[in-house]
């Protein structure tokens, strides 16, 4: 199928346009996003995250341009995000190690370690857009407001998504 088709498909709401898309880039761009990561389940939800950003954002796209680099800018973009959120988390957790009392997480207290480790990890088990959301008004101090207008998302899908993420870590024992 031509690619301008397809996109002005997309922009008439064709879904059939949109499976196509998926068919033809899905598999490619999630190997790019794992190459990058190294993180598959992750590779596989930006590349999701990303073909509903082209579907929600459908009737902003050119025939002109090329639906595989702006995938590509999309996908590169998510990654990383992706990276620079797990690494700072991974800071997160050594500053806080360090602030607790102790130069290493080896030198603090078993259930130190442990609470530590229980956020993290559920800090990198989150979807990676409520991660994304939660880190940039934990870590950035943005208001929701902010965010959305980094994001291209409304006010109530970031509260929802803060709502989320502290109830993640709240069922793990961690508020």
């Known amino acids: 199928m031509d690619k301008a088709k397809l996109i002005a498909g997309l922009k008439q709401g064709d879904y059939g346009s949109y499976k196509t898309l998926f068919g033809l880039y899905y598999a490619r761009f999630v190997n790019f996003a794992h190459k990058l990561t190294g993180d598959r389940q992750a590779a ?23 639906i595989d680099d702006y995938l590509f800018i ?5 990654s990383i995000n992706f990276i620079r959120d797990r ?11 360090e602030r607790i009392g102790g130069d290493a997480a080896s030198d603090l207290p078993a259930e130190t370690r442990d609470l530590i480790s229980s956020i993290r990890t559920c ?51 961690l508020s």
């Open 123 to 173: 800090v990198d088990n989150m979807p990676p857009q409520r991660r994304k959301v939660f880190l940039m008004s934990r870590r950035e101090s943005l208001s929701n407001k902010e965010i959305a207008q980094k994001l291209s998302l409304s006010e109530k899908t970031v509260e929802r998504h803060i709502t989320l993420a502290l109830t993640d870590l709240k069922k793990n024992h």
């Open 87 to 97: 690494k700072f988390a991974e800071t997160l957790t050594l500053e806080l190690s």
């Open 44 to 66: 596989k939800d930006l590349v999701q995250e990303a073909f509903m950003k082209v579907w929600i954002n459908r009737d902003k796209l050119n025939e002109a341009l090329s």
């Open 74 to 78: 999309i996908v590169k973009r998510a």
